[in-house]
C-alpha cells in the first residue's frame, strides 16, 4: 500500500529542489515577521501589569497603539500567509511527485507579496499606517499601507493558480488517479480564500485605496466593515486549514500511526470551503444597520462551520489513536502518553490541539448572538484568538518547520532538547497568558487599550494583570528559543538531514470517497450560491444607499 499522501505512479523521484527554495524564501519572511511580532507582544502584555518599554522603544516603536499595529499585522497578516504560501505549494508539489506547474510564476508570487509587504512596511514601521491589522474606516492610513497589503492578497491568487494549474497537470498525467490528499486539501484551502478575499480587495480597491490618495472624499464605515468582515472570517479558516492539513496528512504517520479516513477528510474540507464565507456576520453583531435577521442567520450558519470542526476532531483523534496504540498504548485515555512525546514537532502540534479545543468552546460563545455582548471587546477577544491563531496555527506551524527547516537545509535541527523547550513554555505560557485574558475580558476590561494609562482600572483587574504579564514573558521566551534554533538549525548544524516528507497512509483510502469529490465546480458553486443568499441583499441595499461621506481621521 502506498502512503496516502503520494502519487501511486510516482516512479522516480523528480527533482524538486527548486520548490524548496522558494519555500524557504517563504519561510524567511514568515519567521522575521513573527520575531517583530513577539517582540510586540511582550511589550504589551509587560504594559497591563504597570511596567511601560514603549519609551525604550521609541522611535521604533512610538506608542502602544503603533506597535500593537505592528503586532497585529506580522502575526496574524504576514507570519501566516507567508508560511502558508510557502508550505501549501511545497507540500502539493511533494505529494504529487511533480513540480509546480510555473516555477516562474512561483518566484513572481514571491516577489509580488514581498514587494507589496515592503510597500506596507514604511508608513507601517514609519507610524503613518496606526490603524490595528483591521484598518476599519474612519481611521485613515497612508495609501502605500493598503497599496502594499492589497499586492499581498494578489499574491495569494497567483498561490491559488498555480496550485489549480499542477494539479491539472497531475489529471493529464494520471487520468484515473485521486488527487492525493495534502495536493487536495492545500488546493480547497487557497479555493476557499480565493473567493473569501474578494471582500477586502473590494474594500481596498472601491473605498480605502481611492480614498487614501484623495480622489474621493468620504468614505463609509459600515459598508467598510461588511467588506471586511467578509474576508475577515474566512481568513481564520485560511490561517487553520494549513494547520488542519499538518494534523490530518502529516502527524498521523509522526505519530507512528495512520490516517483514520481519507474521505471523511475531504468531506470536512468540501464543507469548509462552502461554509466559511457566509459568516462574516457574527463580527458584527453591535454594528448599527444591519438588520438583526441577518445577523441570526450568519450567526446560525457559524453553527454550521463547527461541523466540519467536530469531523477534524474526531478524524484527527482517531489517527493520534492508532498511532499510539501501534507503538504499545492502551486503554482509553492513557494511550495518549504513548505518543512520541519526545519528538519536539509532534508535541508542539499535540499540545497546539490541545488548547484549540478551549478556543473552540469560546469561540461557541463569540459566535453566540446574544451571549457576544458580555465578551465584544473586551480582553477575552485576544484571550481567544492567542489560543487560536496564535497557538493552534502558531505552535503547529512551528512544529512543522521542526521538519520542515532542517529538511530545506540538509541539517538536522539544531537542539531537540531547546525545541521541547520551546513547546512547553509556549503551552505553559499561553495556558496562564490567555487564562488571564479571558478572565479579564469578564471582568469588562477592553481590549486595544492601553491599560496603564487608564484611569478607569478596576481594583479586581489588578490581581489578574501581572499574570498576563508572567504568561507574555513565558510566551517570549519560548519564542527567543525557537528562533535561536531555527536560526543555529540553518547556519551551525553539522549532522547531515535525510528523511522525506512523513506523508501519512489512511486506513480507509481515497478510493472510497465518492466520486464528486474529485470534481470542483460543484462546490464552487453552492459556495457562491451560499454566499449570495447570505450577503447579497444586504451588500446591494449598502452599495445603493451609502452616502460615502465619512471623513478621515489620524487619531494618534
Ligand atoms: C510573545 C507572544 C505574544 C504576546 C506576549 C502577545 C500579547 C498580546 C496582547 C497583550 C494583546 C492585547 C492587546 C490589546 O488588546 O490591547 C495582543 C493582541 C493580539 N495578538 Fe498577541 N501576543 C503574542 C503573540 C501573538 C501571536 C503569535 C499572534 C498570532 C499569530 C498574536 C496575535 C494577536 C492579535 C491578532 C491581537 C489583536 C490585535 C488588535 O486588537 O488589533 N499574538 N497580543
Ligand atoms: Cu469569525
Not at 494539479?167 to 488517479?177: G, L, M, N
Not at 479555493?191 to 474578494?198: D, E, K, N, P, T
Not at 459566535?367 to 493552534?392: E, F, K, R
Not at 496555527?393 to 535541527?413: A, C, D, E, H, S
Amino acid at each position: 500500500m502506498t502512503p496516502a499522501g503520494v502519487a501511486q505512479a510516482r516512479t522516480t523521484a523528480p527533482d524538486l529542489a527548486s520548490e524548496g527554495r522558494l519555500t524557504g524564501a517563504f519561510l524567511l519572511v514568515a519567521i522575521l515577521a513573527l520575531f517583530g511580532g513577539i517582540v510586540t507582544g511582550v511589550a504589551q502584555a509587560l504594559e497591563h501589569a504597570g511596567i511601560n518599554l514603549y519609551p525604550w522603544m521609541a522611535p521604533l516603536i512610538q506608542s502602544y497603539y503603533h506597535g500593537l499595529t505592528v503586532h497585529g499585522v506580522l502575526n496574524v497578516l504576514v507570519w501566516t500567509t507567508f508560511f502558508i504560501a510557502g508550505f501549501l505549494p511545497f507540500l502539493t508539489a511533494r505529494s504529487l511527485g511533480r513540480p509546480l506547474a510555473s516555477r516562474a510564476l512561483g518566484w513572481a508570487t514571491f516577489w509580488l507579496m514581498t514587494g507589496g509587504l515592503l510597500l506596507a512596511a514604511v508608513p507601517l514601521l514609519g507610524n503613518a499606517a496606526s490603524v490595528m491589522f483591521t484598518f476599519y474606516p474612519p481611521l485613515k492610513a497612508h495609501w502605500a499601507f493598503y497599496v502594499g497589503l492589497t499586492l499581498v492578497v494578489a499574491g495569494t491568487w497567483l498561490v491559488t493558480l498555480n496550485l489549480a494549474l499542477t494539479r491539472a497537470a497531475f489529471k493529464r498525467e494520471h487520468p484515473h488517479a485521486r488527487t492525493p490528499l495534502p495536493a487536495f486539501m492545500a488546493l480547497a484551502t487557497f479555493a476557499m480564500w480565493s473567493i473569501a478575499s474578494l471582500g477586502l480587495a473590494a474594500e481596498m480597491l472601491f473605498m480605502l485605496i481611492p480614498w487614501s490618495l484623495g480622489w474621493v472624499t468620504g468614505t463609509d464605515p459600515l459598508l467598510a466593515r461588511v467588506l471586511f468582515w467578509f474576508s475577515g472570517h474566512p481568513i481564520v479558516y485560511f490561517w487553520l486549514l494549513p494547520a488542519y492539513i499538518s494534523w490530518y496528512t502529516l502527524v498521523p504517520r509522526q505519530a507512528g500511526g495512520k490516517l483514520f479516513s481519507d474521505p471523511m477528510a475531504r468531506a470536512s474540507f468540501l464543507l469548509f470551503l462552502v461554509l466559511s464565507t457566509p459568516l462574516g456576520f457574527h463580527h458584527q453583531y453591535t454594528d448599527p444597520g444591519i438588520h438583526q435577521g441577518w445577523k441570526m442567520l450568519h450567526g446560525f450558519l457559524t453553527f454550521t462551520v463547527f461541523f466540519p470542526s467536530l469531523l477534524t476532531f474526531f478524524n484527527v483523534v482517531a489517527s493520534l489513536e492508532n498511532g499510539a496504540r501501534a507503538r504499545g498504548g492502551t486503554g482509553w485515555v492513557a494511550w495518549f502518553g504513548r505518543l512520541p512525546w519526545g519528538d519536539p514537532s509532534v508535541a508542539a502540534q499535540v499540545l497546539a490541539m490541545i488548547l484549540f479545543a478551549f478556543g473552540g468552546i469560546g469561540g461557541l460563545i463569540n459566535a453566540s448572538l446574544s451571549v457576544n455582548l458580555v465578551v465584544h471587546n473586551t480582553a477575552w477577544i485576544p484571550g481567544h484568538l492567542h489560543l487560536t491563531v496564535g497557538t493552534a496555527v502558531t505552535l503547529t506551524f512551528m512544529g512543522i518547520t521542526y521538519w520542515l527547516v532542517p529538511m530545506l537545509r540538509g541539517r538536522q535541527l539544531w537542539s531537540v532538547r531547546l525545541a521541547q523547550a520551546s513547546v512547553w513554555l509556549w503551552f505553559g505560557g499561553m495556558i496562564i497568558f490567555s487564562n488571564a485574558l479571558h478572565r479579564l475580558g469578564l471582568m469588562g476590561m477592553p481590549r486595544r487599550t492601553m491599560i496603564g494609562a487608564a484611569p478607569y482600572v478596576q481594583p479586581e483587574w489588578q490581581a489578574v494583570l501581572p499574570l498576563v504579564a508572567i504568561g507574555g514573558s513565558i510566551l517570549f521566551v519560548s519564542g527567543l528559543l525557537y528562533f535561536a534554533n531555527m536560526l543555529l538549525t540553518v547556519v551551525a548544524s553539522r549532522v547531515p538531514y535525510e528523511a522525506d516528507v512523513p506523508f501519512a497512509e489512511a486506513l480507509s483510502s481515497a478510493e472510497h470517497a465518492p466520486a464528486l469529490f474529485e470534481r470542483w465546480r460543484p462546490w464552487l458553486a453552492l459556495a457562491a450560491v451560499l454566499i449570495v443568499l447570505a450577503y447579497g441583499p444586504v451588500l446591494l441595499r449598502l452599495a445603493v444607499t451609502t452616502p460615502f461621506d465619512a471623513p478621515g481621521f489620524r487619531v494618534w
